[in-house]
Antibody, heavy 120, light 112 residues
Framework: QVQLQESGPGLVKPSQTLSLTCTVSGGSISSGSYYWSWIRQPAGKGLEWIGRIYTSGSTNYNPSLKSRVTISVDTSKNQFSLKLSSVTAADTAVYYC????????????WGQGTLVTVSS | QSALTQPASVSGSPGQSITISCTGTSSDVGSYNLVSWYQQHPGKAPKLMIYEGSKRPSGVSNRFSGSKSGNTASLTISGLQAEDEADYYCCSYAGSSTFHVVFGGGTKLTVL
């Protein structure tokens, strides 16, 4: 059974860069059968797709966040990562990593989520 | 691309059926049968309940079903049970020059 686990600082200062890592276990991120995404959820609000990456390093980003987002993959560690620059309080949210089967548009496995607070 | 529109809340009694709507546009829900639905209990990660409009993943009860008409997708839960009380989110491929998906704002289901 595949498992995803987010990790990273829980507190980031305004204008700095938020950095999170998702570690995948129970399956290889290099299998080529999945896309790996980041999704966030502000407290009491809905879900927002941030972006995704394929094993090859090919990425797609939410147009509303594209200028600030970088997603990368480290197949040797079975991990993928998120960097969100120039953060503000509006970026405070629970951040999830999730898996989507290739050529599909749904997320079948999710991490438990990690809360990131942007505050000085 | 704007978020999909869902009712803020719905409720029903045990054993009853409820339907949650998810309204998009001809650019997302209306153009593709690619809506998925997620159940989220407080403090937990979302769980996939329906994909590609009406398909159920292995292990999901057949009390959950999905459908679509025009620009509106729907999730129906029959034989309501107490454990169905949760937030539900729809999601659709938004289809543009680049890959993009949009979520609904979420619906709080209360089992009375």
């Amino acid at each position: 059974q595949v498992q995803l686990q987010e990790s990273g600082p829980g507190l980031v200062k305004p204008s700095q860069t938020l950095s999170l890592t998702c570690t995948v276990s129970g399956g290889s991120i290099s299998s080529g059968s999945y896309y790996w995404s980041w999704i966030r959820q502000p407290a009491g609000k809905g879900l927002e797709w941030i972006g995704r990456i394929y094993t090859s390093g090919s990425t797609n980003y939410n147009p509303s966040l594209k200028s600030r987002v970088t997603i990368s993959v480290d197949t040797s560690k079975n991990q993928f990562s998120l960097k969100l620059s120039s953060v503000t309080a509006a970026d405070t949210a629970v951040y999830y990593c999730a898996r989507a089967p290739l050529a599909t548009y749904y997320f079948d496995y999710w991490g438990q989520g990690t809360l990131v607070t942007v505050s000085s | 691309q704007s978020a999909l529109t869902q009712p803020a809340s719905v409720s029903g009694s045990p054993g009853q059926s409820i339907t949650i709507s998810c309204t998009g546009t001809s650019s997302d829900v209306g153009s593709y049968n690619l809506v998925s639905w997620y159940q989220q209990h407080p403090g937990k990660a979302p769980k996939l309940m329906i994909y590609e409009g009406s398909k159920r993943p292995s292990g999901v009860s057949n009390r959950f079903s999905g459908s679509k008409s025009g620009n509106t997708a729907s999730l129906t839960i029959s034989g309501l049970q107490a454990e169905d009380e949760a937030d539900y989110y729809c999601c659709s491929y938004a289809g543009s020059s680049t890959f993009h998906v949009v979520f609904g704002g979420g619906t709080k289901l209360t089992v009375l």
